[in-house]
């Protein structure tokens, strides 16, 4: 293998990986708060694609504007999500079984409202930016470098989020003790919306993001959500340094086992790996529950 070779697939998995950390983020959030596994992350993926879609091409409207309104939108469609299928279930003695449940109805659902209404043909978003970054032997598309530094920049800002804003230290004292946080006078029902909120703008983000490179179709949130789900896992649920770990060794094999052995063995193999670890820690790799 040449420098050269394994320079572009170390790039190529970082980008992949930034991608999984952005889905597996607001899964793992969402969990970390609620002790709710949401299903319809990969549905919030696909709609946020799809608002994007409709601003742009059929409004016409400014790429900014698009984006703005879109992580708006979602940020609305989390809150009302859980305000309308989650917070009813709580009154309720083991609810969060039940909220699963729930979500997995409402990601069928929701697909199929999108294949309803946007038909199974794959559609594309323009690219944010174009042209090439060359470094030496190293090249990327601007589209791609600026999904890595927004990765990087999400998961800035979510650390800072939970260790200094007000309501991020909430939403953390809710994850760690919710009798405790409720003692002390936290709005337990307000920190479980804003949990929702803020996972289906994570996939609000990860669609802008990676529309442009891979084709939506209504079925599209499953392929990154299984990829979501086997980094949470493989990180430990609730830790987010773990999902951040996980996201980028997954993403590094998944480059190395498309480019020696093929595309079809990519999953298989990442899936084998994860069950090596869960045999060995059940929690993942930094878990805390």
Given at each position: ?289
């Amino acid at each position: 293998m040449t420098f050269s070779l394994a320079a572009n697939l170390l790039l190529t998995a970082a980008i992949l990986g930034a991608i999984y950390l952005l889905m597996a983020l607001g899964l793992t959030l969402v969990y970390g708060v609620t002790r709710v596994f949401n299903f319809a992350q990969g549905s919030f993926y696909v709609w946020g694609g799809y608002i994007a879609l409709v601003l742009y091409t059929s409004f016409q409207l400014d790429y900014r504007l698009v984006i703005a309104i879109t992580l708006g939108s979602m940020f609305g469609i989390g809150l009302v999500f859980e305000r309308l299928l989650i917070y009813p279930l709580r009154r309720f003695a083991d609810w969060q079984r039940t909220a699963v449940i729930l979500t997995l109805g409402a990601a069928l659902f929701l697909d199929s409202l999108a294949l309803a209404f946007f038909e199974a043909r794959a559609k594309l978003l323009p690219r944010l930016a174009e042209g090439i970054f060359e470094y030496g032997a190293v090249s990327l598309t601007y589209h791609d470098l600026i999904i890595l530094l927004t990765s990087v920049a999400i998961v800035i800002i979510i650390n800072l989020f939970l260790r200094k804003a007000r309501t991020g230290m909430s939403m953390a004292a809710v994850a760690q003790d919710e009798v405790g946080a409720n003692i002390v006078g936290i709005p337990i029902s307000r920190m479980y919306g804003y949990s929702f909120a803020i996972a289906a703008l994570l996939a609000g983000v990860s669609a802008v993001l990676l529309t442009p490179r891979l084709p939506l179709f209504p079925a599209m949130g499953w392929v990154i959500f299984v990829k979501a789900f086997v980094v949470l896992m493989f990180g430990g649920l609730g830790s987010i340094k773990g999902v951040v770990i996980a996201a980028f060794i997954l993403a590094i094999m998944e480059t190395f086992v498309t480019s020696y052995l093929g595309a079809v063995w990519a999953l298989p193999v990442c899936l084998i790996l994860l069950v090596i670890v869960l045999v060995f820690r059940p929690r993942g790799l930094f878990g805390v529950w």
